[in-house]
């Protein structure tokens, strides 16, 4: 990933540096267990322990030297190692494993940590979408349907409803922790013939690694769950961030990106003020989706294994980390740095759509006078078209409508009284809180 979309934190995770050091934990933890089993002299795995070579840049070029002799990168890696510590206890280094015992196991502790810090940047996601639903808890806007003005609702509402999925979210990026926090030393099809399961165990319990049955490879639809979880993170960030985008539209006005001191919005029109994050992140939940696809498409591998997966998970694991975590991040502070413009929003709900938004208690109000459905609908979509194209209020229209007067005078109903409760904002938004109640159980 390139810099400009990694944190450190996480971009030393996959450094090669921190791969090749748990490389060698992996080797120097099997050799422990073998002399824990007796097979190996104790003093020998204590020799091992102490001459291990320091895994530093150093160590990292000399291992890419290596392999462009060996053509392999874990040979490569196993000869240095053994040379640095010299016989004969360099000897039992990879005694009974296979590369991908050492290299599965290790990017499963790898892929753990990177799961830890995705959860700690999605509870900063979720808490600022919290805290943002619960400041406008009665903040009216109108609510669209097919980008058209709908009925009404609150910000807070809208912001409740996507803490909702954050929340999901977190509960998919534990699922898929658990899912790669594995480790495998069974061999070379995973029969455990030249290696004891007990080595296998003890690997594990040292990383915090669940074993699991394998064959050669720990099987691939773990990543590919760690990646789709990668990208529904992405793709509810996206959601919200392309909301915003909607509602910093010169036209809407009612949400937009914090703008800092100094900042300049366009390189040529000084009054501009883009949604540069929110088009960012956008932009970047679809880079994590191509990765979702690509984990699901190394799942099926020939036999006990091929390594047409190998290539693609060194880009697309730390890739797809990188990016979920710098997405949570970026994410949680375009939320709690979110310029909200309550009047604006207020008023296109109450001026911008001439009172369209209250039309179904009318309609339900002409129904329960006695109309048919159909009649009912028909009176007030002609209004409110009336209402739109004239731009007249959509209920001084009403008031002056025969049809719709008629109706309710037949039922004992006065027509005043009527609109008054149909057009009452508090009544339309009476059971919003409902869905901010929900937050109630959602612990950031």
């Not at 693609?312 to 502070?333: F, H, I, K, N, T």
């Not at 731009?391 to 008031?399: N, P, T």
Request: aromatic share 6%; charged share 25%.
């Amino acid at each position: 990933m390139i810099p400009r979309y990694s944190r450190p934190e996480m971009a030393e995770l996959f450094s090669d540096e921190a791969r090749l050091g748990l490389y060698l934990e992996v080797e120097l933890l099997a050799v422990e267990a073998w002399a824990g089993l007796g097979a190996i002299p104790a003093e020998e795995a204590r020799a091992c322990r102490e001459r291990a070579p320091s895994v530093d840049s150093a160590f990292v070029a000399a291992v890419s030297e290596r392999e462009a002799v060996t053509n392999h990168d874990t040979a490569a890696f196993v000869d240095l190692v053994q040379e640095a510590i010299g016989p004969p206890a360099g000897n039992w280094i990879h005694h009974g494993l296979t590369s991908s015992d050492v290299v599965d196991t290790a990017q499963g502790a790898t892929l753990a940590k990177a799961a830890d810090l995705l959860l700690e940047a999605a509870d900063g996601f979720v808490a600022a979408l919290k805290a943002k639903a619960l400041a406008h808890r009665d903040t009216p806007m109108v609510g669209r349907t097919h980008g058209m003005h709908a009925e009404p609702t609150t910000f807070g509402n809208k912001m409740a409803l996507y803490c909702l999925q954050a929340d999901r979210d977190r509960t998919r990026l534990r699922q898929a922790r658990e899912a790669v926090a594995v480790g495998k030393l069974s061999g070379a099809v995973g029969t455990y013939s030249n290696v004891d399961p007990a080595v296998e165990s003890h690997v594990c319990r040292a990383l915090g690694l669940t074993p699991v049955p394998a064959t050669q490879v720990i099987a691939r639809d773990r990543h590919a769950q760690y990646l789709y979880a990668c990208a529904a993170v992405g793709t509810t960030i996206e959601a919200v961030s392309l909301e915003i985008r909607h509602l910093q539209r010169s036209e809407v006005a009612e949400a937009e990106e914090a703008f800092g001191a100094g900042q300049k919005g366009s390189s040529a029109m000084p009054h501009k003020r883009n949604p540069i994050t929110a088009e960012r992140l956008c932009g970047l939940a679809r880079v994590l989706r191509g990765y979702a696809l690509t984990g699901l498409e190394d799942v099926a591998l020939w036999h006990e294994r091929d390594i047409s997966h190998s290539s693609v998970e060194r880009v697309v694991l730390p890739d797809a980390s990188l990016l979920a975590y710098y997405m949570l991040q970026m994410g949680a502070e375009l939320v709690r740095d979110l310029v909200v413009h309550s009047e604006r929003m207020r008023e296109n709900l109450l001026d911008g759509s001439y009172g369209l938004v209250f039309s179904q208690p009318v309609l339900l109000a002409l129904v329960e006078a006695g109309l048919t459905r159909d009649q009912a609908y028909r009176i007030v979509q002609s209004t409110a078209r009336r209402a739109f194209e004239s731009r007249q209020d959509f209920r001084q229209l009403l008031e002056k409508e025969p049809a719709f007067a008629k109706a309710l005078e037949a039922a004992g109903r006065r027509p005043a009284e009527v609109l008054d409760r149909a057009f009452d904002l508090e009544r339309a938004l009476g059971h919003a809180h409902r869905t901010i109640d929900a937050l109630e159980e959602i612990q950031p």
